[in-house]
């Protein structure tokens, strides 16, 4: 069995099929999935599609990439947001500086503003990282941080994951674990502790090979948990339960 912990089925790439999609998913052994929001609209969108399912739960926040057209006033309603019963998760939040730092300060005071609303209601908090790192440490030193963080999409960055690992946040892998060329991914995982990691497609993005460049969906996590059952040297059964498990827990589901 498995579980997805981080993707976005009410994007517009499964207005087609979003239904054949998730039945797919429950083909291939998908127990559970996280839906997180990255905008007002799109929270309310994905807490809308986490009613309509019973496996499928939501998380409600504001991506760093989105804050540029949004007010932080607007951070009342992701709070409102979270208080329905299939909430599990604030975010995704935190810093991205791929496309350039223009909105950096915004970014800051969006992450700061998750990072409360996790504290004040005890829901853990979904964290984007990219290129950004020093500047979430030192978020992540100077405010008090939920109980439960998780670092998704987590990349090849040995000097985060030692932080993470020290702070005990949990870590999650994505198809990018199973490229050929991503080495310092495996690595990262290898030495990870097995109880602090979670599995996640982020589809529609990062497709695992074998169908890299393609649509992703949740069915496809098991191709994830297979790497890391093999970086780990376990048996695939054996590595998706723990994960399961793992996710289970974090989510309290």
């Keep these: 069995m498995y579980i997805d912990t981080h993707c976005h089925l009410n994007f517009p790439d499964f207005d087609s099929d979003r ?13 559970a999935i996280i839906n997180p929001g990255s905008s007002v609209e ?12 019973p496996f499928i739960y939501s998380a409600v926040g504001v991506h ?8 932080i006033t607007a951070l009342s309603e992701i709070e409102k947001l979270a208080k329905n019963e299939k ?22 005071d969006f992450f700061v503003a998750h990072i409360e609303i996790a504290g004040k209601l005890n829901l853990p908090l979904i964290v984007h990282q990219r290129e950004g790192r020093d500047e979430v440490i030192d978020i992540c030193e100077r405010y008090k941080m939920p109980e439960k963080v998780v670092f998704h999409c987590f990349g ?3 000097l985060m994951a030692d932080y993470c690992r020290n702070k005990g946040f949990y870590i999650s892998f994505t198809g990018i ?7 310092d991914v495996r690595e990262v995982c290898k030495g990870y502790p097995l109880e602090m990691i979670m599995a996640e497609t982020d589809a529609p993005f990062l497709a695992p ?3 890299r460049g393609q649509r992703n969906d949740p069915s496809k996590v098991r191709y994830i948990v297979e790497m890391l059952a093999g970086v780990k040297g376990i048996p695939v059964g054996e590595c998706a339960d723990i ?11």
């Excluded at 760093?64 to 007010?71: G, M, Q, T």
């Excluded at 674990?177 to 080495?183: L, M, P, W, Y």
């Excluded at 994960?243 to 589901?253: A, P, Q, V």
Aim: hydrophobic content about 35%; some cysteine.
């Design 42 to 53: 799109k929270s309310r969108s994905s807490v809308a599609l986490s009613q309509r399912y």
């Design 87 to 108: 909430v599990v998760g604030i975010g995704e939040t935190g810093i991205d500086f791929y496309y350039g730092r223009e909105t950096e300060e915004k970014q800051k």
């Design 243 to 253: 994960i399961l498990k793992n996710s289970k827990r974090f989510f309290r589901i």
């Design 156 to 158: 090849g960055d040995s």
């Design 209 to 211: 090979v074998p169908f």
């Design 19 to 31: 239904e054949e999609v998730i039945n797919q998913a429950i083909n291939e052994g998908v127990v």
């Design 177 to 183: 674990i199973t490229f050929k060329n991503a080495g």
């Design 64 to 71: 760093p990439l989105d804050v540029k057209e949004c007010s």
